[in-house]
């Protein structure tokens, strides 16, 4: 069983980094222009590269 302050980093970072990547990859899904496009795309990635972070040092 996790460590109650465990639980709460794992809540923590679905609500500010899943939902976010989440967030740009459905607004470049919908932009027209590939440079913007290419952005939010790589915003979603930053948030996903993180997210995975977190999972590696969190065990």
């Given at each position: 069983?996790?460590?109650?302050a ?21 607004l ?24 995975d ?7």
């Amino acid at each position: 069983m996790l460590p109650l302050a465990q639980i709460h980093l794992i809540n923590f970072i679905r609500i500010y980094e899943v939902a976010p990547a989440k967030t740009y990859r459905d607004l470049a899904e919908r932009e027209r222009d590939e440079k913007r496009q290419g952005v939010l795309l790589r915003m979603a990635e930053a948030f996903g590269d993180d997210l995975d972070r977190h999972h590696r040092v969190g065990g």
